[in-house]
């Protein structure tokens, strides 16, 4: 009989924790835990927890790796919005980039990471419109950086400058709106420049200068 029982009490519990699993509200809504498998497979593909039909608490997703689900994002949702911290993760587990998703849009700040360690690769930033904004960083794997540029409204707009991994100053740009306009200077290693000039609206325009060792060696006049 206590065999029978505990039969019985197990089959009950597996039961109900079964039918709170993928349920629906009264409005037809996902409520609750959920859990998907890739089509036609036992391989889970997301788990997470809805609120009559809202995302809330943390998200898991997986990718279909030889039969295996391997963790491949996180989303932590905010209740009161549809903003979530999100994680991406490589197949080892490493963390490939991280930030704030608002559905489907990029926004505030974004790291992404080196493959061989865990200094940054890059950092950038969005408006609330999933669009680029303020400066974008990348960076050289030992840490030194390599390039920094300012967008605006997704554009490149400002100075931009590439660094050697020596943090020598290697190359200085401006853009307007996208487009190249305003100085443009190449240096060499020892901080001479190399070649100087001016762009207009991406063209080059008016008088170029070339340089060896210091030492001017060309003019060419691109008016």
């Known amino acids: ?13 597996s039961f109900v924790s079964a039918q709170s699993i993928n349920q629906l ?7 609750g835990i959920w859990k998907k498998n890739f089509d036609g497979t036992n391989v889970l593909r997301y788990e997470g927890e809805f609120t ?20 491949t994002a996180t989303k ?3 209740p009161q919005t549809n903003i979530a911290e999100v994680t991406f993760y490589g197949s080892t587990g490493k963390v490939i980039s991280e930030g704030k998703m608002n559905g489907k849009l990029y926004i505030g700040e974004w790291k992404y990471y080196q493959k061989n360690n865990n200094n940054l690769l890059i950092l950038e930033h969005y ?10 960083v990348v960076y050289y794997e030992n840490g030194v950086m390599a390039e920094k540029q300012n967008y605006k409204a997704g554009v490149l707009d400002g100075e931009a400058l590439s660094y050697s991994e020596s943090n020598k100053l290697i190359n200085r740009s401006h853009y307007v709106n996208g487009v190249m306009d305003g100085k443009y200077v190449v240096y060499a290693l020892d901080g001479t420049a ?6 207009k609206q991406g063209q080059k ?3 170029w200068k070339y340089y060896e060792n210091g030492n001017l060696k060309e003019q060419k006049n691109f008016d």
């Open 25 to 31: 509200d009264a409005n037809g809504k996902r409520d």
């Open 127 to 136: 408006n609330l419109k999933g669009e680029l904004e303020g400066e974008r």
């Open 194 to 199: 190399e070649v100087e000039g001016q762009f």
């Open 76 to 78: 932590k949702f905010n």
């Open 205 to 207: 325009s008016g008088i």
């Open 52 to 71: 009559h039909g809202k995302e809330t608490g943390l998200f898991k997703f997986y990718k279909n790796i030889k039969n295996k689900a391997v963790l």
């Open 1 to 13: 009989m206590k065999l029978l029982h505990l039969t019985l009490v197990l089959f009950i519990t």
